[in-house]
Every structure is written in C-alpha cells, then in structure tokens.
C-alpha cells in the first residue's frame, strides 16, 4: 500500500554489527527498534503521541519452540519515545523507539504479535531490530492498518522477512502460519456482513452492477457461475441484496462513510487518491446520466468542425454569462464541474494537448499513421497474419448463416506490388484486422435497441518492402434484415485521396477505429488485465503465506487493482455508467465482455504464445529472445519480447532458489492449493479448460508467474498510458458511431459532397459525450507520484541475497532495454516506431515521471 525507500536492485548494505551491548539492571541484554507507524488521517499529531504516552500499543516476539509450537512470547513492550530525527520516513509517517529483552539461548525472532488498546487504528509499516548478536538487523516488512484489539478475534502477527516454503517453517511459526491464512479466508458465509476491519479475502459474482429496484431498465445480468454469461470472479463485499432481486447485491455510493468493502490493506494510499481520484471519482459516481445531462444544458450538443474539438485544447469550450451560475441541475455534484473548469474560468473544458496531434493537426488522417497504430499504437495486440483468403468466419453457420468475407482478389489483386494473393500469402505479406466475428452476434440489439450504429469490421492489409503496412479494403458489415440465419450483408471500401470518395474512405476508417476502441477499452484493457488479475489477487492472499516465496514475488503485483475494479464496478460497468454511456455496446458492455471470456485461456496470455496465435511469430532458436517476427518492425512485440524476456529470466533465477527440484513443487501445499483455487473457483468458469498448465514443473511455475507479471505490468501499461496520448484526441479513437455509413441517392450522401466534417462528426460522438470520456481517460492516464515501477521493490522485502541479486540484475537489464527502445526510436529505418504524428512509441519503456507521460511499466495493474 505504501511504498517508501524503494529499491531498484540489491541492497548492498551489510547487516548492522553488534559492537557495544547494553544491559538493564538484571543483567539481561537489551535490544533496541525502531518502528514507523502512520496514523489514521483523522487523528491529530498531538493525539496520536499521546497513544504511547499511555502505553496503548505493545509488542512481543516469537521465539523458541515452546508453548504447544506456537514459539515462546517475550515481554510485552511497549512503544518509547519518537524518534525526530530519522530519515526516509513517508507522508503522515512517525518512527518510535523499542526495546527488547534479548536471551542468546533462543532461536532468531520469525514473527512479533502487537495488539492496539487504543480507539483508532494505524498503519504499521515495518518493525527493525537494530544489532540483534550474530544476526545484526531483523527486519520486519508488514504494511498493514492495525484496529483495536477488540476488532480481531487474535492479535495480529507479523512475520520477518525471511522466505520459508511450509515444509521448511520453523517450528514456532508452523501455527501462526496456519491460523494467518485462516484468518484471510474468512467464515466464507456470504451473507457475513464484512466489516472495515476484517481482512477477508473472498470470492463473488459481478451481480452488483445492475439497480432493479430502480426499474426494468437498470435490470443487469449476473456475470459469473453460469455458461450463458461467465466471468472472472471479484472480491466479495458482503452487501446486502436489493430489494426486488435478491440475487443482485445492492450498490452503495462512493461517498464518506459508505465505501465498498475491501480490506482495508488494499485500499489506496492518501497520496494515491488525492493524486488520482479524490472528488471527482466520487462525483462520477452520482451518475453519469446526470452529469452528462448537466454538460448538455451548458454546451452545444455537436462539434461542427475539427476546429471546435481543438478547441477543446488550445482554448477551450467558450461560454457567456459565467456558466456556471444557474444552469447546473441541483443533483449534479460541483465538484464535477470545478473539475472541468481547466484555467480561471474564462475558458471551460479545456485538456492538455494529446500527442497524437502535437506535432501535426492531421497526421491521424492518414493512411500510414492509421495502420502504424495497429503495431504501435494502444492496443496492437489484435493484428494477425492472413493465412487464409477470403477471411472466413468462426461463427455457428446454423446461427448466423454466412459470415464468410465478402473481399474478393479483384479487389484488392491491384495493389500487391505484382503479387498474387496465393503469394502474398505464402510470402506472409497479407494481414486483418479482423472485428468481425466478436461484434457481428451483438450487432442486432445494438443497432435496434441503442442509439449506436455500427458495422462489424474487417480491415485487410499489405506489407510494403519497407517494413510498413498500407490498407488494402475495409469490409463493413450488417445482420441481413431478414434475419441472422441470411448471413451478413457488407460493403467494402478501397483507400481514396480526393472528393466524396475519400469522404467515404475516412468515414469506413472511422467505422474501424469505433470497433477497434471499444475492443481496447472492453477487452484489450478491462477484461484481459483488469478483471482477470483480480481472482490471482484474492486466491494468493487466501492460499499463499506471506512467508511464501511466490507470494513474496506476485505481492508487488497486486497493488492497488482491487481498489481499482471496486471503482470501475461502482461509475464504469455499472447500468448507465461510463462505459454504457460512451462506448458503442452501451447497455450490452458487459455481456459483450462475458462473451469473449469464453474464449479466454490462461497461457495464451504469454506473449510469445499470444504473437504465435495470431500467426505475428514463430519459434525460431537463431532469433532474438527465440522467435521470429513476420513483421520485423513491429515495436509492440520487439519492445514487448525484451521485457518477457527480462521477466522470465528474473522469475526463473528467483523460483530456482528456493524450489530445488520438480517434486518440491509438486508437494508443496500451498502452491497446489493456490493453483487448484485459481482454476476451479477464481476463474471457475474456465475450470474446464486444458490449456492451463499442471504446475508439475519448474517451467510450468517460471511460465504462470511471468505471465500473471507480464498481464499486471508490461500488458496493462501499454494498453493503459497512452490513453491519452492516442485517445484525447477523439477523432482519432472514436468510440461511438451514431449513424451508418451514406448512401448514393440520399441527403446524407448528397450532404457529404459539401460538408464532410458534418456528416462525420454527426457519425461519431456528440460533444457531451466526448467530454465525458476525455475527462475518464485524462485521469487514468497518468502516473501517480508514488507510482511503483517494474523492477524496484521495497527496502527490505527479503533477507536472502541470492533473490536481492537476481533483482539487481532485472532491473539493470530493464534500464538497457529502455535505452535499446529509444535507439530504436531514433533508427529512421524502422518508419513504424514514430509515424506521420511523429508520435514515437515509448509505451514499454519501463521508467517515467509523474503525470501523463506515455511511457513507464508500473508494476501493477493500479489505474
């Protein structure tokens, strides 16, 4: 939760050594420590001293095996003075002296007990004890809020920070190992009301976005435990049912006092709100329908003109009259709207530049920059390599009738560089991106039951000889309007430069560019980082002991991303949230999403498996990192392999140290207890699947952490920070289309002759709409100040120091492979790393500053 005195490699430090022992007046040695505590923000400084005044919180050690294997407790003692004067100490932080009674005879301390005898809680970050004989530092890494003893029904227990798998604890910690553990996997009653203070890790459905009570059409499926809509499971927060369903959980706003249940150690650092979310989360959260409607009262409905969305950044949306006096709904919170207001009024609604368009106004428009974002753009992880020609459709021809293309080689046969489309094949120079089959079975509801107008699409492309792609011909189709069993009725569009063509061309482009942003935002980035991490989370902390070598590697991982998924199941997935209000499936986002779990399998989210699946690569022992690139200059995957490669190499070198041989992993509890949760309860739905791995084998443990450390890190950073970059610019990254395409002999197409920017922003987004999801992506698209990169760890993390050099040597390989990228970037020969928008692709370099930067690997999936 909060991580100060960071470390990028190994601690170098030596243990402090004993050199001068002091005594009480029995004789008996005397160790001091130190311990560094935050207090709840709501107590004062002068309060908080006065808890150690009163001898309110005490310690005690766990030492030598006595007392029926639960360890011999040392005496209580009590926290002393407060240090003023040591260093590195974070924001609201304190550190206060201890002392121990030290006996030589006993074994080394593994875990202290402290118990809290005040009203409040605090959080407690480490315990060090200082010039312990023949041992030097002991130090205890533990990060957790601490209540009052009457909230627990056992004190707390912290272990140091030595790595024992369970066969290997010693025997005065076998037990609190055991009890701890308990302790996180609850009653497991789900009607157990969860309280601020319990630390319960359990499972749930997503049966909370829907309100009935409210109406039919706030009614919201159950997503999870059924074949007909599966899901990823979340953490249970005990909620009482609704009324009018009670297999729905009802929804408690994010306001003071009624916060969804978490436990409290997953929740955000102060810092982490105020820098992210503070009041306009919150804000959110009172509805987006109302905000939306407040914004359309005050703003005209549509932007006319490219001109009037760059206003929205060199200027801003001009309003007479101060604004916002007298035209604000009164149930729309304020602190929404001082959250728009970007200057000191005289301008509203203005954002910071999006790089897509800082160097050049109308490089999206082309051709080039349009393709170059599918290998290096926010989600180039869809692209695949033609093999078959026409694309043929997976989808159930019983259903859906034919779904085949419609593209023929006469189409496209002229712009092959004299190939045919036989050898453009076998030459591996024909590729799609293909939204076809993952929208064509919603398309019917969406289109008759939403505002939204949209196309199924598939975008066939070419592979120059410099290493580019041009668009060959964009396919969009539509059900048959006599039923889904007639198959699919398309249109297909070839690149254009001038008159109404190219008109038609740009909006085909944008029809793509609608299919492709939703698929990112839905699946790329919520579903396939986001909700599938979330059972690796809860099953971990259930299953794993913190004294669990696996655990100690996952823990860095899991930062903040439930506080994260509680927030977007309260204003995002919710009925009428976010992204039913400003992506195209509208009230269908989530089952959209469901549907596409179905086909979600664990191990092809590696992404060498992930680039071999979609025909990108193949296993080629004499390439880079061991496969090779049908594209060479495809930057997602060239940057993306360097860090898979970086991450394996790291897990390896730390599981080798502690699992010696296969059959340590296969008779470790712990291990096979969290891996058959995961499977059978976590992604329950899935349980059935056999492409996860048995977790036989060290390659099979190497390969399942990498890739959960690769979907929480390396995965969610690119398909998250450059949302802005890419996106802000909403032209460029449309997400809603409103309108199909004009037909000759129609107004609308007679109208595209003369006012195409009409026609095209009458197509996409209407203004309110665009500010709406602007303002979303701007504030998830940046660093918070005590972000945490791949690579560094806390101070103190481990005690063992082959682990501290594996890390010293991940993360200075890190630091090489950012500066290969950069070189890369500046290589004039690689024309898909930077683009017409000049916008270079720096989305896997692993390091960055604060704020919207379009670049740096956190460690977790954390916004």
């Avoid at 820098?275 to 509805?287: Q, R």
């Avoid at 690796?536 to 669990?548: D, G, N, V, Y």
């Avoid at 990498?706 to 995965?715: H, R």
């Amino acid at each position: 939760m909060h991580c100060h005195c960071l470390i990028n490699a190994f601690d170098s430090k030596a243990p402090a050594k004993y050199n001068e022992e002091t005594a009480d007046t029995t004789g008996k040695l005397i160790i001091q420590g130190t311990v560094i505590l935050q207090k709840k923000k709501t107590v004062s400084d002068r309060l908080f001293s006065s808890i150690f005044r009163r001898k309110k919180i005490y310690v005690q050690l766990v030492t030598d095996p006595e007392n029926d294997l639960k360890g011999k407790l040392g005496r209580r003692t009590y926290l002393k003075e407060e240090i003023t004067k040591l260093t590195g100490l974070g924001d609201g932080e304190t550190a206060f002296r201890v002392r121990f009674n030290w006996n030589e005879e006993v074994a080394l301390p593994g875990a202290l007990i402290i118990r809290n005898e005040h009203s409040s809680e605090f959080y407690l970050r480490t315990v060090t004890l200082e010039g312990a004989p023949s041992h030097g530092k002991i130090h205890f890494l533990c990060n957790s809020w601490v209540y009052p003893s009457h909230c627990y029904q056992k004190d707390r227990v912290f272990f140091s920070n030595k790595t024992y798998l369970p066969h290997q604890t010693p025997a005065p910690l076998i037990k609190y190992r055991e009890e701890e553990l308990e302790i996180l996997r609850g009653k497991g009653k789900e009607n157990d009301m969860l309280e601020e203070w319990d630390r319960v890790y359990d499972y749930a459905y997503y049966n909370d976005l829907g309100e009935p009570d409210k109406g039919p059409e706030h009614e919201r499926p159950i997503y999870g435990g059924n074949a007909e809509y599966p899901y990823p499971r979340r953490g249970r927060t005990s909620r009482p049912p609704t009324k009018t369903d009670l297999l729905t959980e009802s929804r408690l706003p994010l306001v003071k006092g009624k916060d969804v249940y978490i436990p409290r150690d997953e929740k955000f650092s102060n810092t982490k709100l105020a820098d992210f979310l503070g009041d306009t989360v919150k804000s959110l959260s009172h509805g987006v329908a109302g905000l939306l409607d407040a914004v359309v009262d005050m703003t005209p409905m549509e932007f006319d003109s490219f001109q009037d969305v760059l206003d929205m950044y060199e200027g801003g949306i001009k309003l007479p009259n101060n604004p916002l006096l007298g035209k604000i709904r009164e149930d729309v919170p304020t602190e929404f709207l001082k959250s728009l207001v970007r200057t000191d009024g005289a301008h509203f609604l203005k954002y910071p530049m999006p790089d897509i368009i800082k160097e050049d106004k109308s490089a999206w428009r082309t051709d080039e920059e349009f393709v170059r974002e599918m290998l290096a753009g926010i989600n180039p992880v869809v692209i695949s390599r033609l093999e078959e020609f026409p694309p043929v459709s997976k989808l159930d021809a019983n259903r859906y009738g034919n779904q085949n293309s419609s593209i023929t080689k006469e189409c496209i046969k002229q712009n092959l560089h004299g190939l045919t489309v036989e050898e453009a094949i076998q030459n591996n120079r024909l590729y799609i991106l293909d939204h076809h089959d993952t929208v064509m079975p919603f398309l019917r509801q969406i289109n008759t039951e939403t505002s939204s107008k949209v196309y199924a699409t598939r975008t066939l492309l070419f592979l120059k000889d410099d290493g580019t792609l041009k668009p060959l011909v964009i396919e969009l189709s539509r059900p048959h309007s006599k039923g889904d069993q007639f198959g699919a009725v398309s249109e297909l569009y070839t690149p254009a430069k001038d008159g109404v063509e190219a008109s038609l061309w740009l909006l085909a482009k944008t029809y793509v560019a609608v299919n492709d942003s939703a698929y990112h935002q839905l699946i790329s980035h919520w579903l396939n980082t986001h909700a599938v991490i979330e059972p690796f989370i809860i099953a971990t902390k259930r299953r794993l002991s913190i004294l669990h070598p696996v655990n100690k590697l996952l823990h860095p991982h899991f930062r903040d991303t439930m506080p994260v998924n509680t927030i977007a199941r309260q204003i995002a997935l919710n009925a009428d949230g976010l992204f039913e209000a400003a992506v195209y499936p509208r009230k269908y986002v989530v089952q959209w999403t469901s549907s596409l779990y179905k086909d979600w399998v664990f191990t092809d989210q590696a992404l060498p498996r992930d680039l071999i699946k979609r025909g990108m690569a193949v296993k080629d022992s004499e390439s880079p990192h061991g496969y090779k690139l049908f594209i060479e200059d495809y930057p997602y995957a060239v940057d993306g392999l360097e860090i898979w490669s970086a991450i394996e190499t790291w897990v390896r070198e730390y599981c080798s140290f502690y699992y010696k041989s296969d059959d340590m992993i296969t008779n470790d509890p712990e291990l096979q207890s969290w891996w058959k949760e995961i499977r059978e309860i976590g992604h329950g739905d899935k349980k059935d699947e056999k492409w996860w791995l048995e977790m036989k084998t060290l390659d099979e443990l190497t390969e399942t952490c990498t890739t959960i450390i690769w979907v929480a890190s390396a995965l969610h950073a690119v398909v998250n920070f450059g949302q802005y970059p890419y996106g802000g610019y909403m032209p460029n990254r449309p997400t809603i289309s409103r309108k199909f395409m004009p037909q000759p002999n129609t107004p609308e197409f007679e109208e595209l002759k003369t006012n195409p920017d009409g026609v095209f922003f009458k197509t996409v987004l209407s203004q309110a709409r665009t500010l709406a999801a602007i303002s979303v992506i701007e504030l998830i698209s940046g660093h918070s100040s005590e972000e945490v990169y791949l690579g560094q760890r806390e101070s103190g993390w481990t005690s063992d120091s082959p682990p501290l050099e594996a890390l010293e040597r991940f993360s200075k390989t890190l630091v090489e492979i950012e500066n290969r990228i950069l070189e890369r970037n500046n290589d004039p020969k690689l024309k898909n790393r930077v683009g017409p928008a000049n916008l270079p692709f720096t989305l896997l370099c692993p390091s960055s500053g604060v704020g919207i930067t379009g670049r740096g690997i956190p460690n977790s999936v954390s916004i």
